[in-house]
């Protein structure tokens, strides 16, 4: 959740340390510091808050002088959002400074060890174990230190660690939480993720679990658990920088709710080809496919919304039965799985705790695990047996757009795949499925112009206390989204319920002027959906309607409505999400909501 970052060469590194914290802000922001090494001195200054705050306390890191440093900022796990939690951590005596992401799952065991033997601990922090012991065991050999504090170190981490007389060197590790160190031709750089480095290099080494990396300004050497050097070859990263910057829209959720034609487009396609789905990377035959007797989708959040969409499609067009589950349910629930079945892992991050060891348990019990994944290289990526990319490009903003869009096109893809495989759709449906997809970032390009019209209704909704989105089978799916979208980034209580449900209780929360957002794509569910907002109407709820053009019915029951251009049945979601995404953007911005980095969230969720 954290992010980490460090710099050693030719220039002064606090800057280098500043700009890299900054592009990796969206991985938790409650406090941010940076420890720099004059040759002589370890210095830190740290700060609770965002990131301005310790600009301006280092005057954009002018006060802190020399040429290797580390920086990190916070999501706080361990330890309330404070000076004295913020990273880096020192040992007692200043030498040794530490970042860290992750959580040190055997802290307090190790800090009553570390106690006993006369250490004091200045924070509340799991990380500052870390510090004492690689004091503890610092004999003037640093590598043998960090292998040694390896050795005692439960948990999950990627940590950054400077000593005071090693001037000009960095060492970094990891298990379980990502790190990539990178070269240029002025100084070398570790970072949690790749935009935190972009503007200095796109030649990056991806660090695996428990490798060591050791640099200074000259160049880079690694090591494995046992401190023999290994080789690792560098990858050079093909985005355009600007993937990583604003280009000149207010936030990132912005810019990326429109990026989504073009990554769409992206995802979609690789895989089709002379009117049939090609995915190579999922490696299974035609026999195979067909010997799947059942999948199971395991996500988080909004990567588990579109696993709700997909077990419709999969269901629908496949027939197969597909269950769909919450990654950190999934793992402790002990779930039937066999030779016939297929887990499908669907994160953007790849390095979501609960959907890795989910994939582990599934690894672990025999079954094959597929991982749709935007983080090329990312620890999902690296583990599942086979991956299928989606293609949306570094997303930023906290709360996902782009990458959500880009997992339902994957889903769906996969689903026609397994559709043909198993020969229950004809030629013609496909065709016809295909040319639906192939249209869905014109579609979209189209919702998208519609910006205005949602920003004035939005407004009217800065001050709403609930929101409730109904829908029934697919479009109950697009209101967990919705629901979810509008709650993260504007702090308004909503709720996502199957519209035949909520007169199982929660119609009694329906005032006067309660907005109800109804999601109305399902021809064959119309009569019923509009029922159901007949039953909101009657208790004085404003209904704004999202349904398919022609569906003019609706606008006799419902107060406001948008229309989604036509699309086959299961592809719906992609179109009916942009209006709601939009909803819940301008009504973050109305009420001055920090709408890319929303309270208490982080973009990478490496915790339990
Ligand atoms: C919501 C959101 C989260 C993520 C969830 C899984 O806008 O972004 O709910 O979808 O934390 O993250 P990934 O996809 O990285 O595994």
Redesign the pocket.
């Known amino acids: 959740m954290c992010g980490i970052v460090g710099y050693t060469g030719n220039e002064q590194a606090a800057p280098v340390l500043l700009d890299g914290l900054d592009k990796l802000e969206y991985r938790g922001y409650d406090s941010a510091g940076i420890a720099v090494c004059d040759g002589e001195k370890i210095r830190i200054t740290k700060a609770r808050g965002r990131l301005k705050i310790l600009r301006e306390l280092t005057h954009d890191g002018r006060m802190l002088s020399g040429t290797c440093g580390i920086g990190h900022t916070r999501w706080a796990t361990h330890g309330v959002p404070s000076n004295e939690n913020a990273h880096p951590h020192f040992n007692e005596a200043g030498t040794i400074a530490v970042v860290h992401n992750g959580i040190i799952e055997n802290y307090q065991k190790l800090r009553n060890m570390l106690t006993e033997r006369g250490y004091a601990f200045a924070s509340e922090t799991d990380t500052e174990v870390v510090a004492h012991l690689l004091d503890y065991y610092y004999k003037g050999d640093p590598l043998q230190a960090v292998l040694k504090m390896m050795n005692r170190v439960e948990g999950s981490y990627a940590l950054g660690i400077i000593f005071q007389d090693q001037p000009g060197k960095i060492y970094a590790v990891r298990k379980d939480s990502p790190l990539i160190a990178g070269t240029s031709r002025d100084g070398n750089l570790i970072a949690s993720d790749v935009p935190a480095i972009l503007k200095y290099t796109r030649d990056v080494y991806f660090i695996q679990n428990e490798e060591i990396v050791c640099m200074d300004a000259e160049g880079l050497e690694f090591f494995n658990i046992d401190g023999e050097p290994i080789w690792k070859e560098a990858v050079t990263i093909q985005w355009d920088v600007t993937a990583a910057e604003k280009a000149g829209y207010e936030h990132f959720m912005l810019k990326e709710i429109y990026e989504q034609p073009k990554a769409v487009l992206d995802t979609l396609n690789p895989r089709i080809r002379d009117g049939r789905v090609e995915i190579e990377e999922l490696g299974m035959t035609e026999e195979e496919i067909r010997a799947v007797r059942k999948i199971f989708i395991v996500?988080?959040?909004?990567?588990y919304h579109t696993g709700v969409v997909a077990k419709y499609v999969f269901e629908g067009l496949a027939r197969i039965p597909t269950e769909v589950d919450l990654a950190s349910e999934f793992r402790y629930r002990n779930p039937i799985l066999d030779s016939e079945t297929l887990v499908i892992v669907v994160?953007?991050?790849g390095e979501?705790a609960d959907?890795l060891a989910a994939l582990r348990e599934a690894k672990r019990r025999g079954v094959r695990v597929l991982g749709i994944v935007n983080v090329v290289g990312s620890s999902i990526a690296r583990e599942a047996d086979n991956v299928m990319y989606t293609w949306a490009g570094p997303e930023i903003a906290?709360?996902?757009t782009k990458?959500y869009s880009t997992q339902l096109i994957a889903e769906y893809l996969l689903a026609i795949r397994f559709a043909q495989a198993r020969g229950v759709v004809s030629q013609e449906e496909t065709d016809e499925m295909l040319a639906e997809l192939r249209r869905l970032p014109e579609h979209i390009e189209m919702l998208l112009g519609h910006k205005e019209k949602l920003q004035r209704f939005a407004n009217r909704y800065i001050a709403a206390r609930d929101v409730f989105f109904i829908g029934r089978g697919i479009d109950y799916a697009i209101s967990l989204e919705g629901s979810?979208?509008l709650k993260?980034v504007s702090y308004i209580h909503s709720e996502a319920y199957a519209a035949g449900e909520l007169k199982h209780g929660t119609i009694s929360l329906i005032e006067e002027g309660t907005l109800v957002a109804a999601v109305l794509t399902q021809e064959d569910l119309y009569k019923k959906a509009v029922s159901n907002i007949v039953e909101v109407k009657t208790r004085g709820a404003f209904v704004l309607a999202v349904t398919n053009v022609g569906n003019t019915e609706v606008e006799k029951a419902a107060d406001y409505v948008i229309y989604i251009p036509e699309t086959y049945k299961y592809f719906t979601t992609s179109l009916a999400v942009i209006p709601l995404q939009l909803f819940a953007y301008y009504v973050a911005i109305g009420k001055g909501c920090d709408v890319d980095k929303p309270r208490n969230l982080a973009k990478?969720?490496t915790v339990e």
Request: with cysteine; hydrophobic share 35%; glycine share 6%.
């Open positions: 996500a988080c959040g909004s990567a994160s953007q991050s979501t959907t906290v709360a996902t990458a979810l979208k993260e990478s969720v």
